[in-house]
């Protein structure tokens, strides 16, 4: 037994240097930080976090992120899963789930242009004049954006989940007379917990990638309700603001821990 | 087995992740002094005498060279016999002529190609090695007599001539002869892509004159039937449009450019840089390299005039095998982008003084007309700022085109109050940036006035920004004009002048926001009453001139002149009309040198120049900011390196980036020769330097959201409120961080 856990601590070791390294030390470094000056020096208690809580841009951020992830994950979930249910005999088309990930930001920032200006596409199309990326628009423009992007990628997730549901649970239902509802309710969703956990998961870190296009097409200043927690950081950043700017990160990371370990809890058998 | 093999692979993978962190010298690395490499080209200013050196160091088949200096209107022909080191005057190279020379240049064999001038007659000779003197005769080709500076002897019996004038019988403008100097006979020779000037900074070697087409910064060939063969595509540094050309007897060539020396070799495409220019008289913005020549113990010389008066000097670049290779200390300097030209002045300055101390130039933003350089600035910033908060990065910072306050609010600058003499700076200037508490953080270097001139008398009343608005109703609207038409150079008789020369909704920002963008963004506010006034100013010039209606082309780049030993002086659009079209009652600029009194003038009448109205009192513009990291490991070199920007090394020398804020260098050496010119200009400039207060910077953001509204007031697509309710809406979030 010894000798087992011995081997298993060696195994883990390069992986655990790093995360230690790369990860675990910086946000340490981090946590201290946040409790110090811009220069790291002198220690200030929880003037920082105070702070943070007190600062308009950062409420605004914090709750415009909360709101994207609130909407966009139970959507990308519900979605990908139907398109998992949907093509789950069409292997050929799995392989073109993943193209709108392989899509470089840049082209994607350019397409968002050419469609969303004033002058765009769609406004040509629907003969409309909405400023999409000047109005509260550009918040389900994000959402759009994140849903194709990830949709496909969610979806082979969840085939994944579904192909390792032994077929003879549906068999044997299907004897007992259940039907297709009956037996989705009782045997594929109980059954897809664990996937559930880990597509959700990398859904929600997900998230914070799409703030790229948001950037690249609207700037660091962009309209209110598509002003995210890393343009305040960045932005942040820029003023040399690390004190607040390592205390919000603190916080953010506390509140997506919050989220997370009930998610990890459930996936659990 | 398994177990052996699994135990391999996880401490090889750990040892690749040791392997990542940074690598400390090992303890018995050889000591400096025992394995430096050694040699470095060292700079040295070459003292000439009698007068001042000009055009073409030449080669002699003897080993020696040749070079000519003028001293009032005398020519003196100089030889050296130590590869530059020392001249001494030879009279004797120009006894043959009787009448009295003029510019000369000289052949490898001795020939020289002298131009004479007898009262307003100009005479080109052929001075023979022998001191024969035989006119140059074109044979009736040109009427033009040749300036020599754009001549080249290809061998010793060619001479090929570069015509710069309309005189040219073929009706070119620029046009081409061959001279052969054993039969005195001339022949036109095809004309080529290129101007004259192109071919003065020429060199031949093997009977083709290599030269740099500027336009296509391309090295360029050209032999003696005319033929032309491009040799390197781009040429390094050609952009700068100041290099010199030069060869040597294997038949490589070099050129000297701002970046430095480069060789390319026989046959060769790649150049190598041989000497750095950075931290030498070439690396220096306001110095044009006349002339470039390669010496028989392989140093070279170059000859630089500056455009900041003073005439040429010559520079020696020779290998000291005895110095290291590198300095012991490098400081690293940063800068936003390459325009502030004092920087690599003053690292000149400093390198003269510290030859043992390298210094790295690290520019944010290396092509500030890029495609988009918001996200290249925000880049560079980060990557600034990131090694700051670690404690580390470039020892000497320029903040030009940052928030400087922003560094100096968090602790990250050094005090150079024991470097800097105060007393020595315009107090005016220098004044806002001494903390309570005597510490100075930054420290401008130079410093830019807007500014409003018009006839005498009529800037009197212009004190505030509702004052010009009132003398812009009171005046004609201003019509829409070609400006590249005639129309546009015909005065308007005083009553049909309009006020100012305002064309686009930048220049509306341009007027306002240098003397009024403090006054908006104010105490991490927008002051409402004061962007309303700026707006309304805006909206008044725009509906009264009907600028939403202006179709035709508005603006030029504007227009450089130098007068004499002045600076060089660009009028922008705003001045010109004012001054050359004299279309508008009054001119304004961003004044950043004081020779700029020199050309306002319309028709040499009286004319006055004022602090430009707006709704800071006393606003100017601080340039090269310069200050010391607060965490260098060099903190004694780098407050030496920033007090180098102060010394009248540098300040006394005009860069364009701004006027000197040492009080000698901006009144000794210009206030005071400005004065004895007699200008029409009835200014004192003293008193209005003194009456700057207020360093006004422009905040990026505000800028980039009052040109976006200005625009959409001047279009007519938002009116005075909603213009009003978008900025601060734009401003808000970025408020909001800074809360």
């Known amino acids: 037994m010894k000798k087992q856990t011995l081997t298993a601590w060696l195994f883990l070791a390069p992986s655990l240097t790093g995360v230690t390294v790369f990860v675990l030390l910086p946000f340490a470094e981090t946590v201290r930080r946040s409790f110090c000056d811009a220069l790291g020096k002198r220690f200030v208690g929880m003037a920082n976090y105070r702070a943070v809580l007190e600062n308009r841009a950062f409420r605004l951020a914090a709750g415009n992120t909360a709101r994207f992830i609130a909407v966009c994950v139970p959507l990308l979930l519900l979605l990908s899963l139907l398109l998992a249910l949907a093509l789950r005999r069409q292997k050929i088309y799995k392989t073109t789930f993943l193209l709108p990930m392989a899509v470089p930001v840049a082209s994607i920032v350019l397409l968002w242009r050419v469609l969303f200006a004033q002058n765009g596409l769609l406004n040509t199309w629907l003969h409309t004049k909405v400023d999409f990326m000047g109005s509260e628009a550009a918040f389900w423009v994000l959402i759009a954006t994140y849903l194709w992007k990830n949709v496909g990628y969610d979806s082979l997730l969840w085939s994944g989940g579904l192909d390792a549901i032994p077929e003879e649970l549906y068999e044997a239902a299907a004897v007992d007379g259940a039907g297709a509802l009956r037996s989705f309710m009782a045997i594929t969703l109980p059954s897809l917990g664990p996937t559930l956990g880990m597509t959700a998961v990398l859904s929600l870190l997900n998230t914070f990638k799409v703030f790229r296009e948001a950037y690249l097409v609207a700037g660091a200043y962009p309209h209110d309700s598509i002003y995210l927690l890393q343009h305040l950081f960045n932005n942040w950043f820029l003023a040399l603001e690390l004190p607040r700017l390592t205390a919000a990160a603190v916080l953010a990371a506390a509140v997506l821990l919050a989220l997370l370990f009930p998610i990890w809890r459930g996936g659990k058998p | ?739």
Not at chain 2, 64 to 91: C, I, K, M, N, Q
Not at chain 2, 189 to 214: F, K, Q
Not at chain 2, 551 to 559: D, F, P
Request: charge should be negative; include cysteine; charged fraction near 20%.
């Open chain 2, 1 to 739: 087995m398994k177990r052996f093999l699994s135990i391999l692979l996880t401490g090889a993978l750990t040892l690749g992740l040791a392997g990542c962190a940074k690598e400390k010298p090992a303890a018995d690395t050889p000591a400096i002094g025992t394995s430096v490499p050694m040699g470095r080209w060292v700079e040295q200013a070459v003292p000439i005498t009698p007068g001042t050196p000009f055009g073409t160091i030449t080669q002699q088949q003897d080993g020696s060279l040749l070079l000519f200096s003028r001293e009032e209107s005398a020519l003196h022909a100089l030889r050296s016999g130590d590869s530059g080191v020392t001249w001494s005057e030879e009279p004797a190279l120009l006894a043959g002529l009787e009448q009295k020379p003029y510019l000369a240049i000289a052949a490898p064999d001795g020939t020289l190609l002298v131009e004479t001038a007898a009262g307003e007659e100009e005479q080109d000779w052929i001075l023979h090695a022998d001191g024969r003197a035989e006119p140059l005769d074109l044979g009736g080709l040109t009427e033009e007599v040749p300036t020599p500076n754009f001549c080249h002897f290809l061998d010793e019996d060619t001479l090929l001539i570069a015509l710069r004038g309309e005189s040219y019988v073929y009706g070119g403008s620029v046009g081409l002869l061959r001279y052969q100097l054993s039969t005195g006979t001339a022949n036109a020779l095809p004309e080529i892509g290129a101007d004259a000037t192109d071919l003065r900074t020429g060199t031949a070697v093997g009977g083709w004159l290599y030269y740099i087409n500027w336009e296509g910064g391309q090295l360029c060939a050209l032999d003696a039937e005319g033929n032309q063969k491009t040799v390197l595509d781009s040429v390094p540094g050609a952009d700068s449009y100041n290099a010199a050309l030069a060869s040597d007897t294997e038949g490589a060539l070099y050129f000297a450019v701002r970046d430095g020396i480069y060789r390319l070799a026989p046959g060769g495409t790649l150049p190598e840089r041989i000497v750095d220019g950075l931290g030498t008289a070439m690396g220096v913005d306001s110095n044009y390299i006349d002339s470039l020549c390669r010496t028989a113990d392989g140093s070279f010389l170059v000859l630089m005039s500056s455009s900041s008066g003073g005439g040429s000097t010559l520079y020696r670049y020779y290998f000291d095998e005895t110095l290291p290779a590198a300095g012991q200390t490098t400081l690293e300097v940063w800068c936003l982008t390459d325009e502030n030209s004092t920087v690599r002045a003053a690292i000149n300055a400093y390198r003269q003084a510290c030859p043992e101390v390298e210094i790295k130039l690290t520019v944010g933003v290396p092509d500030p007309d890029g495609d988009n350089f918001s996200a290249a600035r925000r880049d560079a910033l980060t990557n600034l700022n990131t090694q700051l908060l670690a404690g580390e990065g470039p020892d000497l910072l320029i903040l030009d085109g940052t928030d400087y306050e922003t560094y100096l609010a968090k602790g990250l600058l050094a005090d150079l109050s024991d470097v800097l003499d105060t007393g020595a700076l315009l107090p005016n200037i220098a004044g806002p940036f001494v903390q309570a508490d005597g510490a100075i953080y930054l420290m401008p270097a130079r410093f830019r006035v807007p500014v409003l001139y018009g006839d005498a008398g009529a800037t009197a009343g212009m004190t505030d920004l509702a004052a010009m608005q009132a003398e812009v109703l009171a005046c004609a609207p201003r019509p829409d004009v070609d400006c590249y038409s005639e129309n546009y150079y015909v005065p308007l008789p005083n009553a049909e002048k309009y006020a100012l020369g305002i064309t686009t909704a930048e220049d509306l920002a341009d007027f306002v926001l240098p003397t009024s963008a403090a006054a908006i963004l104010h105490d991490n506010e927008v002051e409402e009453t004061a962007l309303r006034e700026a707006l309304t100013f805006v909206q008044t010039v725009a509906r009264h001139y009907g600028m939403e209606n202006y179709h035709e082309e508005q603006a030029i780049n504007g227009v450089s002149m130098s007068g004499g030993d002045g600076d060089v002086v660009t009028i922008m659009n705003s001045g010109i009309e004012y001054s050359q079209s004299q279309r508008a009652k009054y001119g304004w600029e961003t004044m950043d040198t004081p020779w700029m009194a020199s050309m306002i003038a319309q028709d040499d009448l009286p004319c006055e120049i004022a602090l430009r109205p707006g709704l800071c009192e006393g606003a100017y513009q601080p340039a090269v900011l310069t200050a010391v990291n607060a965490n260098t490991g060099h903190p004694e070199e780098a407050k030496a390196l920033a007090a180098a920007f102060f010394d009248a090394a540098v300040q006394d020398v005009y860069c364009q980036d701004g006027m000197a804020v040492r009080a000698e260098s901006l009144r000794e050496k210009k206030l005071n020769l400005i004065a004895q010119e007699k200008l029409a200009c009835q200014t004192d400039l003293e008193t209005l330097l003194a009456g700057c207060k207020t360093p006004v910077t422009v905040n990026r953001e505000l800028r980039d959201s009052f040109l976006a509204h200005t625009t959409a007031l001047v279009e007519g697509s938002e009116d005075l409120e909603a213009a009003m309710a978008g900025i601060q809406k734009d401003m808000s979030l970025y408020l909001a961080e800074r809360q």
